[in-house]
């Protein structure tokens, strides 16, 4: 005999008819307990079966406990679902959710070039523009952060702590040297310009790209006829159109620097793996776009999008 796969059972609380609802196919779910804000927001590709993973999970109990059902807000592909999270948690800063809940300033690492050579600097979003910026490397919660990274890819790449301003030296040159952590830069055994080279390369993974176009981009995802623009400026998320909803929404063509949904799409705008057209436009992908408007600053409701 084989033995059958048991199958999940709800939480009496929570309401059979919105999990029998929910679908296997990409979009953002929120569980809903008898406040007006939810309890938490997710994202997944296979919402059903994503959805079925959190009633499974006994670290999660507590907010099962809570949950008194569960809708959802299907979207044509994968990227509208992780925008659609991003921009519900820091609106509606759900209960269960840890990540994304605030805005905060980021620091980063800037490469000023001096007549020296390249020197490190810790600035902030305050002073200089994330997204549009060159020659910036991370994007860190604190000036510390920022430090403590810098001094970890110094340890790693035999890089000198006193040419990159995190210590002092004498004229014996830094701690590091003396320890064989430093190959000599700062007492000529090592010329400049192969330590700063050194430096450029151990930062290159964690370079904050600048927006690549002179306006705003559509990132279109389509699903069986169902054709979605979400409408994306200067690392920012302007809004969606949804052909589900028709007409042209209006709203706002730009948007400021978001590190979330940078992070959501440095690798598919730069990788040019994305659908993109030009803003306001329709047809074919562009490098190249202005800004438009005509799009709505918020999300298609839940009904247009399921």
């Known amino acids: 005999m084989t033995r059958e796969e048991p199958r999940c059972k709800s939480p009496p609380k929570i309401d059979p008819d919105s999990l029998a609802a929910l679908p296997r196919s990409p979009g953002v779910y929120i569980f809903r307990g008898e406040g007006a804000l939810p309890l938490y927001i997710g994202k997944s590709v296979d919402i059903r079966a994503r959805v079925m993973s959190h009633l499974r999970a006994r670290h999660e109990a507590r907010m099962i406990a809570q949950t008194l059902r569960v809708d959802f807000i299907g979207t044509a592909g994968e990227i509208g679902a992780l925008l659609q999270e991003a921009r519900m948690i820091k609106e509606q800063r759900p209960l269960f959710n840890i990540r994304l809940r605030r805005s905060r300033t980021l620091c980063s690492i800037l490469l000023r070039r001096t007549l020296t050579g390249v020197v490190p600097e810790f600035v902030d979003g305050t002073t200089h523009a994330l997204g549009s910026t060159p020659d910036l490397y991370g994007l860190f919660a604190s000036r510390h952060a920022a430090r403590m990274k810098l001094r970890e890819l110094a340890q790693e790449h035999a890089l000198c702590l006193a040419l990159l ?82 007409g042209a929404l209006p709203g706002a063509g730009t948007a400021s620097f978001d590190p979330d949904v940078y992070k959501i799409l440095v690798k598919p705008i730069m990788l040019g793996s994305a659908r993109l057209d030009v803003a306001g436009g329709v047809g074919a992908c562009c490098r190249t776009a202005a800004p438009g408007g005509g799009y709505s600053s918020r999300f298609p409701d839940e009904i247009a999008c399921r």
């Open 165 to 246: 301003g995190l210590e002092g030296t004498a004229g014996r040159g830094c701690f590091g040297l003396q320890i064989r952590r430093c190959r000599g830069a700062c007492v000529g055994r090592e010329s400049r310009a192969e330590h700063d080279e050194r430096l450029s390369a151990a930062l290159i993974e964690h370079q904050v790209h600048c927006w690549p176009y002179r306006g705003a981009v559509d990132i279109v995802e389509e699903a069986e006829g169902w054709v979605q623009r979400h409408r994306v400026h200067n690392w920012g998320y302007v809004g969606t159109w949804c052909s589900k909803r028709g």
